[in-house]
């Protein structure tokens, strides 16, 4: 199969279509980004790789540093991962907090924005300098010293994120967040705003389609965590929308609100593309698009 023809024929498909979606604004630095540009990047376990449009291009991954901080936080003894979140869809929005009000506290899983602030809850309890150490662990599992967060955009969602102030209060007044709320929720605000493109996405996220061997071929997970990680991914990693990504495009993955997603075939590939227009439920509309031409052109899915 020819997967530079398969990607350029994707591209020349999502190029052509007037409604892209709309960029995220309420986080005000990331409606400045051009809605026009698109990047696809595939990466095979062989080693091959294809890419198309702009996917050198750094942008802000947000939600996608979701499945890195678990990764972290999973690789740590005693994480009390499993005692202080679920692993279920959610079914709601990733902001939501009724559902954590009614749950006393629990959230649904690592990939809301409640659970992603209990995962860097637990990073901050076991990392010395929290920011520096997830930055190099990124960094670690790239082979890529350039990664970097994007402050600007961790400032702007610092001075606009109250719904996150506010599940952060909320998981403290059940007894569900250890550290101090301004310390976590500046760790959390600086992972999203990790600045990347679709290439470096996707080696990152090539642990989880290698069976926890990074690129650099040192282990970073176990076996028995990429097997977990991947199911929440397959669940939950697609806001209120699993269910029908996992129908369109039969792969685990997690997206961003920045229009980035990455989604991985294990033992054969990692698959990154960004494009900014966001469709009603947050997911980047023309990349689930992508991905699902990708996954019916080459019959590549986990189904
Ligand atoms: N930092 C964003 C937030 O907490 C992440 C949202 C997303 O990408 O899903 O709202």
């Known amino acids: 199969m020819d997967y530079q023809d398969i990607l350029n024929e994707i591209y020349e498909k999502v190029m052509s279509f007037k409604d892209r979606g709309i960029p995220a604004s309420y986080i005000p630095e990331l409606a400045h980004v051009n809605p026009e540009n698109f990047g696809l990047h595939l990466r095979f376990n062989t080693g091959e790789t294809y890419g198309v449009g702009a996917y050198h291009t750094k942008f802000s991954i947000q939600s996608i540093s979701k499945a890195l901080s678990l990764a972290l936080a ?35 899983n690592p990939f809301i924005n409640s659970g992603a602030i209990v995962i860097a ?6 990392l010395k300098n929290p920011k520096q150490d997830f930055l190099d ?52 605000f600086h992972q999203c705003s990790l600045h990347m493109s679709c290439t470096q996405i996707t080696k990152a996220f090539y642990m ?18 990429v097997k977990r990680i991947n199911a929440i991914m397959l669940t939950c990693g697609f806001y209120d929308e699993a269910g029908e990504f996992a129908f369109e495009v039969g792969l685990p993955g997690k997206s961003g609100v920045g229009g980035g997603i990455a989604a991985l075939l294990p033992e054969q590939f990692v698959i990154s593309v960004w494009s900014p227009g966001l469709n009603k439920r947050g997911n980047s509309k023309l990349g689930m698009l992508a991905l699902e031409q990708f996954t019916s052109k080459t019959q590549l899915s986990i189904f």
């Open 137 to 188: 662990y990124v960094r670690d599992i790239t082979g890529d010293d350039t990664i970097d967060y994007d402050y600007k955009v961790a400032q702007s969602e610092k001075d606009t994120g109250h719904k996150n102030y506010a599940a952060a209060h909320l998981l403290e007044s059940f007894g569900n967040l250890k550290n101090d709320v301004n310390e976590v929720l500046d760790f959390y």
């Open 121 to 126: 809850d637990i990073l901050v309890s076991k």
């Open 208 to 225: 989880f389609a290698n069976r926890g061997k990074c690129v650099l071929n040192k282990t970073r997970l176990t076996e028995q965590r």
């Open 74 to 108: 999973s690789s740590f003894k005693n994480n009390e991962i499993l005692k202080r979140l679920d692993v279920e869809p959610s079914g709601h929005p990733f902001n939501q907090l009724a559902l954590l009000e009614i749950e006393h506290g629990i959230p649904r």
